[in-house]
T-cell receptor
Framework: EAQVTQNPRYLITVTGKKLTVTCSQNMNHEYMSWYRQDPGLGLRQIYYSMNVEVTDKGDVPEGYKVSRKEKRNFPLILESPSPNQTSLYFC???????????????FGAGSRLTVL | AQKVTQAQTEISVVEKEDVTLDCVYETRDTTYYLFWYKQPPSGELVFLIRRNSFDEQNEISGRYSWNFQKSTSSFNFTITASQVVDSAVYFCALSEAGGGGNKLTFGTGTQLKVEL
């Protein structure tokens, strides 16, 4: 089954304790991205990657890091989490065929992170 | 910069009523794509439709229909004969061709509650 898999799905942590949310897709997609969802703000892009070793900032990158060493994986790293990073996180992927912007994103199931 | 506005934060209807979810967008690009996603209580994001800026034909899929009007920069979504299973948060989103890959700019979402 074609899917984007995120782990963990739920996590409660404390301020300053480094954590990684993993994301893996099995569709051989070139493009991957991370979003966070907050009440009243919708979803906002954190980082994206056009292909292996190519990453760039989205709209809200502060406090996050990413890497793209393999095509299928795109982990989101919080080096020193703070309470304002409490949120619902989504990883997404798509192919890059055709016109940029046209491809439908496939989203993971979401990771709910709470930072105390 | 692109922007998507969903002015209706929450809508409550009784089952079998028709309901329209509004979406207004802003973009300077002439080529862009509009999307609707559904987020049921389980939390995942489900793709519903994609429309490109050159195709203003309305679309119908079962009880769902979409009205795209470039003149008013709107892409409204109507559910006919609503059902309890339609209860979800619905997001409208915009993607510009030539931007950062397939970045989606989301509205803040409309919570639809369908009651018996």
């Amino acid at each position: 089954e074609a899917q984007v898999t995120q782990n963990p799905r739920y996590l409660i942590t404390v301020t300053g304790k480094k954590l990684t949310v993993t994301c893996s897709q099995n569709m051989n997609h070139e493009y991957m991205s991370w979003y966070r969802q907050d009440p009243g703000l919708g979803l906002r892009q954190i980082y994206y990657s056009m292909n292996v070793e190519v990453t760039d900032k989205g709209d809200v990158p502060e406090g996050y890091k990413v890497s793209r060493k393999e095509k299928r994986n795109f982990p989101l790293i919080l080096e020193s989490p703070s309470p304002n990073q409490t949120s619902l996180y989504f990883c997404a992927s798509s192919s890059r065929t055709g016109i940029s912007g046209a491809n439908v994103l496939t989203f993971g199931a979401g990771s709910r992170l709470t930072v105390l | 910069a692109q922007k998507v506005t969903q002015a209706q934060t929450e809508i409550s209807v009784v089952e079998k009523e028709d309901v329209t979810l509004d979406c207004v967008y802003e973009t300077r690009d002439t080529t862009y794509y509009l999307f609707w996603y559904k987020q049921p209580p389980s939390g995942e994001l489900v793709f519903l439709i994609r429309r490109n800026s050159f195709d203003e034909q309305n679309e119908i899929s079962g009880r769902y229909s979409w009205n795209f009007q470039k003149s008013t920069s709107s892409f409204n979504f109507t559910i006919t004969a609503s059902q309890v299973v339609d209860s979800a948060v619905y997001f409208c989103a915009l993607s510009e061709a030539g931007g950062g890959g397939n970045k989606l700019t989301f509205g803040t979402g409309t919570q639809l509650k369908v009651e018996l």
